[in-house]
């Protein structure tokens, strides 16, 4: 968020405070200025002496002048755009003023651990960001004590509020908290374990109950018109109007709750806890996991201000509470993502979803995968994409291992278009799993693929050691004397590109006599076989037996 600029005061003191030798300079000018029978002449050399005076007797105020090195200001406040706003018709006032400042020059120095340091604004804004509500000019906020608000939960706009009437019902709510804040103090003094209601306290629980009889009558004809009006024009970018609705007790306790929500959350604004336009989706609770996001993901509004998400594992809907998710897990009849399943092995499945088909769920896929994903930019434009879902079955359901998904028609010839493994299936193998069943697919296909960049970074580290360890493999099971590259792709579906900077990386390409030669390092072909045999048979590979998949011929 850029700094304000602070604005320094010509001849003010470093801690902010005038200066009464300066003030006094500049109301003797002005008053000088005024007077046109005295000589301009004469008018300069009063004021070089006194500047010369107090060069020598006013240590602070050099201090003070040395402190900002930047142009004088004009009276607007701004730099001086031509020379012609500042004074130099004097020769002896400017030498006098280069005297005055060669001696704050060497003042300064002596004295600079103890010069006082500038005090900072407690709170910032950055202008360049707005509320996202639509006609909004991010002036005012729901707690009435802000000037402006970057956020749906402090717009008044959105809450059918204006600016000065945050203000007013921030004022009687001040009020109202000391009036109670107040009796409470007194009736702690003469508290008994079985005290019974004062008159005062029996009074306003009449009151309540008067107010309250009816909240519970319903809408009249004239009201729900304005009602209806209301929503049709504004939709989803205004709060419904809440009036008549409950009775004015249960509005204004309601009004309470959402005024204290929007001061927590501006606290933890100010105290750079949470910035403006940034996520605050910190966990989502999937499944039986509770997992901590990485990077923002676009959830609507009213979702990701709420700090913690509740998903569906099988549907992947979001919800904003544990009893909404206990009320829908209860009803929800998918077990499985829906589309083919093409692959199966043990209890590794997976499943070929149509985002042209199932678009609700390919987008719910994309959000959740956002959260994890730095480089990703794709989360409503689903129909011309494919996503290949890997699960892991027990009696309970298919779980989400991971995806990646890629397009339909690549011109490229890209076989992954994004790619992830979920927080908790990392760092067992299921990376590597979902790449090589992304190559088992180009294989069918005919294809040589790449994934399409940019690679996040621990797509690269997957990537990289995916295609070390088809080399290293390819390289053990070579039997012949000369190594095309071309023959490694056609073979193993990798990219030439891809292969070529592999074996850099692995010194194993060297060029000699106008030619580039494959080396083959047997100790780095020994490393990986020992590592094999003490992975030893691991159901973490892709078995191309127990593929059932034909190539799509068009969508």
Known sequence: MPRRRQRHMVGSGSDGTEDS???????????????????????????????????????????????????????????????????????????????????????SDKDLSHRPKRRRCHETYNFNMKCPTPGCNSLGHLTGKHERHFAVSGCPLYHNLSADECKVKAISREKQEEDVKGQEENNSRHATRHQTPTSKQSKYKEQVAEMRKGRNSGLQKDQKEKHMEHRQAHSNTREPLLENITSEYDLELFRKAQARASEDLEKLRIQGQITEGSNMIKTILFGRYELDTWYHSPYPEEYARLGRLYVCEFCLKYMKSQTILRRHMAKCVWKHPPGDEVYRKGGISVFEVDGKKNKIYCQNLCLLAKLFLDHKTLYYDVEPFLFYVMTEADNTGCHLVGYFSKEKNSFLNYNVSCILTMPQYMRQGFGKMLIDFSYLLSKVEEKVGSPERPLSDLGLISYRSYWKEVLLRYMYNFQGKEISIKEISQETAVNPVDIVSTLQSLQMLKYWKGKHLVLKRQDLIDEWKAKEIKRGNSNKTIDPSSLKWTPPKGT
Not at 28 to 47: F, Y
Not at 95 to 104: F, L, Y
């Open 21 to 107: 030798d300066s003030s006094a300079e500049r109301e003797q000018t002005n008053s000088s200025e005024s007077d046109g029978n005295m000589p301009k002449r004469q008018r300069l050399t009063r004021a070089s002496t006194r500047l010369s005076q107090s060069s020598q007797d006013t240590p602070d105020l050099k201090r003070a002048a040395d402190h900002d090195e930047s142009p004088p200001l004009t009276p607007t406040g701004n730099a001086p755009s031509s020379e012609s706003e500042l004074d130099i018709s004097s020769p002896n006032a400017s030498h006098d003023e280069s005297q005055a400042k060669d001696q704050a020059n060497r003042d």
